[in-house]
């Protein structure tokens, strides 16, 4: 097993070969399914504690770079992404595939291989069962790391930093004599599997080590600690290893300019309010098309909708099919009550782009308030099915059951996906009792009778579940 020291032979300079410890399925406390469910059990955590973004364009802008960088290992089918609406930079990863990036890391980097150093850092973490090593050498107490994690990113987004950091400080005091130099292990041999998993996806491995420096600058800057730090320990040893590393790999060329991160940066900055009308006018006014997209949400999101129409034809002129563009149009019509207008503008994109689950979800969206319920839900339960965790996807399915016509199934139906939508947003106990109320009223319906007491048994179980 690679502990990660001061080796820099990961790498083969002419031919880049992989070297990846062989970690098995059996090494440790925690199996494959334990590791799943604290992985769900945590998402329905972050969801319930902390500032997430429900956003399908950015969701699955960053899953597409995500699940790229997942092709080179052996994880199966992950469970998911969360992205944080917290202007620190920070990412975590969870045993079952579970990973979370904030905005802030968006806003910090300059590029998307920068991100993609950070997320392949945080898959090797998961690949190496990085969590349940930590769990089996320290007895447990890796478990209570974890919560540390969470609970101190929760407090300092919703706090100022120096309580966060504090907090950061307390829950993993009694961690940090025992653990420290197994966890700067463990986030050394990150650094190298995540380098070769980034490299062998066509990322820069170079900005590995330049975000590196990006967090060194932005973190001596200030008189406290993010969560960061505390949860990757970034030392100098660390900083000129990933350099060193990087530079025996073949050149990667630099993207000097990647319209698509431009976009994402824009967009995430006005859904993080990180941005002020003045920045993107005088940003969009030198024919930006990123910041042109960036001042339409804005104005989208403040509801000033002819001032996003004025942002959207401006962008228009450059490229008038762009995905996020035709959203925001839709909702602008949509903020107008004029559905016809909205479903003209988003069917043909969404019929083009089956796969593509925001401009869908946009789409269904429209149908639902043009009461095309069938349709709605024949969109909605296609991408359910590949992942019921899509809490977009039960917002739109209660919010489609609560539009139909009365009926003898309604009321049970729109509990259910009340339901859904509590469980997945980490309320669990109300979820439960939801889905009890279903359960009694529907025992005249045997079919749904038994869906719902299955349902209900797999929640309770989980539930009951001790990370």
């Known amino acids: ?22 970690i098995g399925s059996g090494i440790g406390l925690i199996d494959q399914q334990k590791e799943k469910m604290i992985g769900e059990k945590v998402y329905r955590e972050v969801q319930a504690k902390m500032p997430t973004i429900q956003n399908p364009w950015l969701e699955d802008q960053l899953f597409s770079v995500f699940s790229h960088i997942l092709s080179q290992t052996q994880l199966q089918q992950p469970i998911g992404l969360v992205v944080i609406n917290d202007p620190q930079i920070n990412a975590f990863a969870v045993p079952g595939g579970l990973f979370a990036l904030n905005l802030g890391l968006l806003n910090s980097a300059r590029n998307m291989d920068e991100v993609a150093g950070v997320m392949s850092h945080e898959i090797a973490h998961v690949t190496q069962r990085h969590y349940s090593r930590s769990q089996e050498a320290f007895k447990g107490q890796g478990l209570l790391a974890l919560a540390g994690i969470l ?4 407090v300092a ?59 060194h600058r932005a973190t001596s800057r200030l008189s406290f600690m993010p969560d960061f730090w505390y949860t990757h320990p970034l030392t100098s040893e660390r900083m000129s290893e990933a350099r060193l590393r990087a530079n025996q790999l073949p050149v990667v060329k630099p993207k000097l300019f990647n319209q698509d991160f431009d976009i994402i940066k824009w967009y995430s900055r006005v859904l ?21 997209v960036g001042l339409a949400a804005y104005y989208t999101d403040k509801h000033d909708y002819k001032a996003a129409q004025a942002a959207l034809d401006q962008a228009k002129r450059s490229n008038s099919l762009h995905p996020l563009l035709v959203i925001l149009q839709t909702d602008v019509y949509l903020g107008q009550n004029q559905t016809d207008l909205a479903l003209k503008s988003v069917q043909s994109a969404a019929a083009t782009m089956p796969e593509h689950r925001a401009l869908n979800y946009k789409y269904a969206e429209s149908l639902i308030r043009a009461k095309q319920l069938d349709r709605a839900k024949a969109i909605i339960q296609r991408f359910l099915r590949s992942n019921h965790r899509d809490l977009s996807g039960w917002n739109l399915m209660l919010q489609l059951t609560n539009a139909e016509p009365a009926s003898a199934t309604k009321t049970i139906n729109v509990l259910r996906h009340r339901a859904e939508v509590e469980y997945w947003s980490g309320s669990d106990e109300a979820a439960i009792k939801t889905l009890l109320h279903a359960q009694r009223i529907s025992q005249s319906n045997s079919s749904l009778s038994v869906t719902i007491k299955a349902r209900l048994k797999q929640m309770q179980q989980e539930r009951q579940y001790k990370i």
């Open 1 to 22: 097993m690679a502990t990660g020291h001061s080796e820099i032979d990961g790498f083969n300079q002419s031919a880049a070969q992989f070297n990846v410890p062989e």
């Open 272 to 292: 993080s309010g990180q941005t002020t009308e003045q920045e993107l006018l005088s940003v969009a006014q030198q024919n930006n098309f990123a910041a042109q």
């Open 151 to 154: 609970v101190g990113a929760l």
């Open 157 to 215: 987004s919703q706090a100022d930093g120096d309580a966060g950091a504090a907090v950061m400080l307390g829950s993993q005091a009694a961690l940090l004599d025992k653990q420290l130099t197994y966890s700067r292990n463990q986030e050394r041999e990150a650094d190298r599997i995540g380098m070769q998993y980034m490299y062998a996806s066509g990322y820069n491995p170079q900005s590995m080590a330049d975000f590196f420096e990006v967090m």
